[in-house]
């Protein structure tokens, strides 16, 4: 999957309501209570399910089992995170159910504010930043609760996870991307083996691949990389392997799921799942990544696996997730639309004709109602997924984009009112268009984005998935949005009636602009650059338009009466082209695997942070009271029996907390935790 984080610093802005054709699927219900609980920088929301009394009973039943092995994997992940996430888990669970103190206490409240923040952040490191968490109380404070537990919750040791967690030098970085830097060896990711080498890694990669292979498997999705006798060897994830436990109860739900397979490809795909956990063979994995994409007849759908390469400095080991979903049928329309019309799309991008591709092979795309998250899509979640990641997979047999509009829906519901566009956008007349059509034209972007963007395009022979090294996410969350940007524009989506006004993608245009030079730097800490890799796609758009735009005075920077800044887009055509010139470029990075030029893209564009204005951004954002980064819990699915044990309905509900959800999963789905 190549996935689409929403800028929750946009939160306010992003999902405007809108009007006729381009009004939302569904209005917010004002009865539903959208807020669940709010500590640090995160707010953490709910989301409705709708829909899902409508489906047949044996559909409801594979949503259910569905649901179970996504939550079975939720400790793959922390582990994946890093080695010591889950005994630090255990051991901040421990003292946080046994506390019998004041919990009203100063030190008790930043204890409980550090519990939450690791289990959104699946373990002790930021979901965003990758930055190690900063406890709030003092070691001695958390020393004396471990010494009061009761015997029975006493955890192995504690002196090295007191150090982990207190000394600042010691895992300081999930996920490093600093250039010049060994990022295997300043990473504190559990991918690797300590003490593994940056060049280590890259020449057991480039030893195992197999030259001028056009099938190549995903090499590292599925293993960790350790020595022995001096040799770099692979532990694979599999049944048998490492994180068998966990796995054994994804499979024994999966194989539950398949008896209410909707039809005989999902059986299948169900089947060569259940084959790849078990054997953790590769090409079986492209087996089942085939047999997913080219099911378009299922309503109800799910991802399940080793999937996204964020979390791997060098973009080779997947993260752990799972989403399980089915079909928005009345708000698809604009998605198949948009399938239908790949071709054109393709034909007509400003890249260089020899890196399009001549047959638009499969893109199905559709608006989907999440049922659950998990693993790395929890409690933060994408709002649009594409899949398989195998270019070879997706121009042979295509692929799959989905937007995930009930979550979009539920940060729709939260943020009105929230004074964001008041205190970043320009004008009245500004903020205007973006209460009309911001709702539709970022859907639409997402839409583009995942539906086309990641599928377009192709790769000159011989050139590697990861010849972008620790740019690539970066570049390719780039090229799919420039490819949205691009047509957004386009008289196209007139007369393929998803839009219906000319002047409708300047929402879009001025909330992206907006946000990468600006808005999102509110969730950088002062003095850090940017370093995830959507973060540095926008800024890398942004700051080369306008760049590139100066001389035209395309974008621009100004001050009010009060010495507040604001952008003020002055020629959205020019825009446009500015676009498609970054594009055009981009496509050909990819097409090369030009990592030099892909370098210099990113370090110059997407990484500096100006001090000055990122100040003004964090104090104006101060006054908002807004979180800068969202999530949330999971409805809960309980099977309805009748008195001879028959299933006869799936409840879904909505009135779990938050701290009752994380540990009723530490308690239920505790897959690695003996």
């Not at 409705?48 to 409801?60: R, T």
């Not at 010049?180 to 020449?203: F, H, K, R």
Request: aromatic letters at 10%; charged letters at 25%; proline letters at 4%.
């Amino acid at each position: 999957m190549k996935k689409l984080i929403i800028a929750a610093a946009m939160a306010s802005v992003l999902m405007a309501p809108s009007c006729s054709r381009t009004a939302r699927q569904a209005a917010p219900d004002d009865d539903f209570n959208y807020h669940v609980d709010r500590f640090a920088d995160i707010e953490v929301l709910r989301y409705k399910v709708p829909d899902f009394d409508s489906l047949s009973l044996n559909q409801k039943i594979l949503v259910y089992y569905l649901t179970e092995a996504a939550l079975w994997g939720r400790d793959i992940l922390w582990d994946q995170h890093n080695i010591d996430n889950l005994a630090i888990r255990d051991l901040l669970e421990n003292v946080y159910t046994n506390y019998s103190g004041d919990r009203n206490s100063a030190d008790f409240k930043a204890f409980e504010t550090y519990v939450k923040q690791v289990w959104f952040g699946s373990g002790i490191h930021h979901h965003y930043s990758t930055d190690k968490f900063t406890p709030a109380f003092s070691r001695e404070f958390l020393e004396a609760q471990i010494a009061a537990l009761p015997a029975d919750k006493a955890v192995a040791d504690t002196d090295h996870l007191l150090e982990v967690i207190f000394n600042p030098e010691v895992a300081k970085k999930r996920v490093n991307q600093a250039a010049g830097e060994d990022l295997i060896l300043t990473s504190a990711n559990n991918l690797y083996e300590a003490g593994l080498t940056q060049p280590e890694v890259e020449a057991y990669y480039a030893s195992i691949k197999v030259p001028g292979d056009e099938t190549p498997i995903s090499y590292g999705l599925n293993t960790r990389l350790k020595k022995v006798d001096g040799k770099v060897v692979e532990e694979q994830y599999k049944i048998g392997g490492l994180y068998s436990s966990a796995i054994e109860h994804i499979v024994t739900n999966l194989d539950s799921a398949r008896a209410y397979a909707e039809n005989p490809a999902q059986k299948q795909i169900i089947e060569s799942l259940i084959d790849y956990y078990r054997t953790g063979d590769l090409a079986t994995f492209d087996k089942y990544s085939i047999e997913w994409a080219e099911d378009t007849a299922s309503q109800v759908d799910f991802i399940n696996g080793f999937i996204e390469d964020y979390d791997d400095p060098l973009g080779m080991t997947g993260a752990w997730e799972s989403i399980v979903n089915f079909k928005n049928i009345d708000a698809s329309e604009r998605t198949e639309v948009l399938s239908a019309n790949a071709q054109w799309f393709e034909d007509n991008s400003p890249t260089d004709p020899k890196f399009k591709k001549d047959t638009v092979k499969g893109v199905s795309a559709k608006v989907i109602t999440a049922a659950i998250l998990a693993g790395d899509a929890y409690p933060a979640t994408p709002i649009g997924i594409n899949l398989p990641n195998a270019n070879w997979i997706r121009a042979a047999h295509g692929s799959k984009s989905v937007t995930l509009e009930n979550i979009t829906q539920a940060y729709d519901a939260a943020s009105h009112g929230d004074g964001f566009n008041e205190e970043f956008v320009i004008d009245q007349p500004t903020r205007d268009l973006l209460d009309k059509y911001l709702f539709i034209t970022d859907n639409l972007h997402t839409d583009l984005h995942e539906c086309l963007g990641h599928g377009s395009g192709k790769l000159l022979p011989g050139t590697e998935r990861d010849a972008l090294k620790a740019h690539g996410s970066t570049i390719e969350e780039a090229r799919a949005d420039l490819f949205a940007l691009y047509y957004l524009a386009d008289p196209k989506l007139i007369e393929i009636g998803l839009l219906d006004n000319p002047d409708a993608y300047k929402a879009e245009y001025y909330k992206y602009i907006l946000n990468g030079m600006m808005t999102q730097l509110m969730r950088i800490e002062p003095g850090k650059n940017v370093e995830e890799a959507h973060m540095r796609n926008r800024k890398l758009i942004a700051e080369w338009c306008y760049e590139k735009g100066r001389a035209d005075n395309v974008i621009e920077l100004v001050k009010d009466e009060q010495g507040k800044t604001f952008i003020r887009i002055n020629d959205y055509q020019a825009l446009r082209n500015l676009f498609g010139q970054l594009l055009t470029e981009i496509q050909r990075i990819t097409s090369e695997g030009d990592y030099p030029a892909a370098a210099e893209l990113v370090e110059t564009y997407a990484v500096k942070v100006d001090p000055e204005l990122h100040k003004e951004v964090l104090d104006r954002y101060s006054h908002l009271d807004i979180a800068p980064y969202k999530g949330f819990v999971n409805p809960v699915y309980t099977l309805v029996r009748d008195e001879q044990g028959n299933i006869t309905d799936v409840k879904v509900s909505y009135d779990e907390s938050y701290t009752d959800q994380m540990l009723r999963y530490s308690r239920d789905y505790n897959g690695l935790r003996k």
